[in-house]
């Protein structure tokens, strides 16, 4: 009787895959944008793990993009029904979030640094 309303169910059901979702549905906006938070989180942990370059925002991109695509390989691997179009799609979220994540670290200091000038 409780099967579906298990925490695992219901969140498999809230950011799991559905081959009926397009691009006009809200359910594919609320996975997209927790997509983006995640791979936010991740390329700010990335960046500040990381030795200090001369463009940090590009690489985290590249970092946290080549993650997703990783992902995305091994989700085919795995039967996944989406296509091309949606895997790129993926990629480019997860590049994004990794470029917004080292973004904000980096304004952070900048502001941080800024403050203890005064």
């Known amino acids: 009787m409780y099967r579906h309303t298990l925490p695992h169910h219901l969140l498999e059901r809230i950011f799991g ?3 009926a979702e397009t691009w006009f549905t809200p359910r594919f906006y609320l996975r997209k944008s927790y997509s983006i938070v995640a791979f936010t989180l991740m390329g700010a942990v ?3 793990a990381l030795p ?3 463009r940090p925002a590009l690489r985290g991109a590249l970092i946290v993009g080549a993650f997703s695509a990783l992902i ?3 989700q085919k691997l795995h039967g996944a029904p989406e296509g091309l179009g949606w895997s790129s799609f993926d990629v480019g ?3 994004a979030g ?3 994540g080292v973004s904000a670290v980096t304004y952070a200091a900048r502001r941080r640094a800024g403050s203890s000038r005064r």
């Open 72 to 74: 995305e390989v091994l």
């Open 17 to 19: 895959e559905d081959p």
């Open 52 to 54: 200090p370059v001369r």
């Open 93 to 95: 979220c997860g590049a």
């Open 98 to 100: 990794g470029w917004l």
């Open 46 to 48: 990335a960046h500040l």
